[in-house]
Antibody, heavy 120, light 112 residues
């Protein structure tokens, strides 16, 4: 069983940066491909990007390319998502997620979400 | 990035009746392995999304058999054969062929 435990809620001012962590347990980070999704209040799920195992690189969604950095620390099995130049529209619940294949079964695991509030 | 389009946005349903949600992708999701890399999720209030269907038509572990997925290429459908009260929430399709994995806008299913 894979568990993804995310860091706690953050309150940031416009123009600042935020770094959200996602700790993996049950398996090692190097065995998984982590991706990030956000959900603004009352809206749908928005893809931010993630690690593409086939390309062996991290790929970002076009609308976040200039402001987001996703990194991994395999020594602590922790993935990070840093978003810079924050604005009020970035107020959202940020999720990390991963997929896992075990035998003939396919599983998707989500973190509990990290609420980021951007306010002056 | 692949654009996913869902319809309808809202779906009032009567318990015991069937329901259907459509999803269209801007590029084919049929991979050379013969599988369509399309997933369906249900997000209940205050919860993370839960996987219902993967590879277009395969039910995830523990998902009731009243849920079924169909379609190929760019057009997909999620069907609920007989809606139950616990099925309310927002349903999303998501393409899993390319990174970033992108989602439809969501379909809110509510009981009439």
């Amino acid at each position: 069983q894979v568990q993804l435990i995310q860091s706690g809620a953050e309150v940031k001012k416009p123009g600042a940066s935020v770094k959200v962590s996602c700790k993996v347990s049950g398996y090692t980070l190097s065995e998984l491909s982590i991706y990030w999704v956000r959900q603004a209040p009352g809206t749908g799920l928005e893809a931010m990007g993630g690690f593409d195992a086939a390309e062996d690189e991290t790929i970002y969604a076009q609308q976040f390319q200039a402001r987001v950095t996703m990194t991994e620390d395999t020594s602590t099995d922790t993935a990070y998502m840093e978003l810079s130049s924050l604005r009020s529209e970035d107020t959202a619940l940020y999720y990390c997620a991963t997929y896992f294949i075990l035998g003939t079964n396919y599983y998707v695991f989500w973190g509990q979400g990290t609420l980021v509030t951007v306010s002056s | 990035d692949i654009v996913m389009t869902q319809s309808p946005h809202s779906l009032p349903v009567t318990p015991g009746e069937p329901a259907s949600i459509s999803c269209r992708s801007s590029q084919s999701l049929l991979y050379s392995n013969g599988y369509n890399h399309l997933e369906w999720y249900l997000q209940k209030p205050g919860q993370s999304p839960q996987l219902l269907i993967y590879l277009g038509s395969y039910r995830a572990s523990g998902v009731p058999d009243r849920f079924s997925g169909s379609g190929s290429g760019t057009d997909f459908t999620l069907k609920i054969s007989r809606v139950e009260a616990e099925d309310v929430g927002v349903y999303y399709c998501m393409q899993a062929l390319h990174t970033p994995r992108t989602f439809g806008q969501g379909t809110r299913v509510e009981i009439k």
